[in-house]
């Protein structure tokens, strides 16, 4: 989880159980923006690509500054580019994808920006992530308050059984990722390490409860 800082660096990393990629471009140019835009929720109260849910019924694009306001959630299943954006405290955005990428000058959360859960639960052709949060700017802004977070956004934990991923916890043990998982007092079964924490190419494991 991101949260209280400035961040003005290319960086791709690894928080909670899911994925967060922020790629910051510091190369300069000019910002032409235009019009501001914000979320009124008045058509299905959370596609992004819905132009009812934004004001002037006209969904933002690149020369816009799109605003998420209060106790808005909004969705994005798809990339998107703005000129900037604003998640106002008590406002989600969601991402939902593995390549849906958010793309604008600025970027302020004062609310949250997260993503979705991770939904492969067979494994059968491999473990596939689903969902994660990718993030193109030259400045990102997180405020106090405010956070990008991927926590327990990963491959679910179950009930009495191992947990969804490769490093899936048995029998109350935490689902592993860049090394082992916790296990519970007595017990000496530990979930499967794999991948590595600062440089992922998947998402945290579930737990086994």
Not at 48 to 67: C, E, K, R, Y
Not at 111 to 116: A, E
Not at 117 to 144: E, F, H, M, Q
């Amino acid at each position: 989880m991101l949260g209280g800082n400035r961040v003005r660096r290319r960086m791709v990393k690894w928080f909670g159980t899911g994925w967060v990629a922020l790629a910051l471009l510091l190369a300069g140019g000019q910002n032409c923006r235009g019009q501001s835009i914000a979320w009124d929720g008045g058509g299905d109260k959370t596609n992004w690509f819905d132009a009812l849910n934004w004001s002037g019924d006209v969904v933002p694009g690149p020369a816009n500054d799109a605003v998420i306001t209060n106790t808005s959630t909004a969705r994005i299943t798809n990339s998107v580019e703005v000129a900037s954006l604003t998640v106002a405290s008590n406002a989600t955005l969601t991402f939902r994808g593995w390549d849906t990428v958010l793309t604008g000058t600025v970027v302020t959360v004062n609310g949250t920006i997260t993503h979705l859960g991770n939904t492969d639960t067979t494994g059968g052709d491999g473990w596939t992530p689903n969902a994660r949060i990718t993030i193109a700017c030259s400045n990102l802004t997180v405020a106090t308050g405010g956070a990008v977070s991927a926590d327990n956004m990963g491959f679910a934990s179950t009930n009495w059984v191992t947990g969804y991923g490769p490093g899936g916890g048995t029998n109350c043990a935490g689902g592993g990722h860049g090394g082992y998982g916790g296990v519970r007092t007595g017990q000496s079964v530990r979930s499967v390490p794999y991948g590595d924490a600062a440089v992922p190419t998947n998402v945290g494991s579930g737990g086994g409860s």
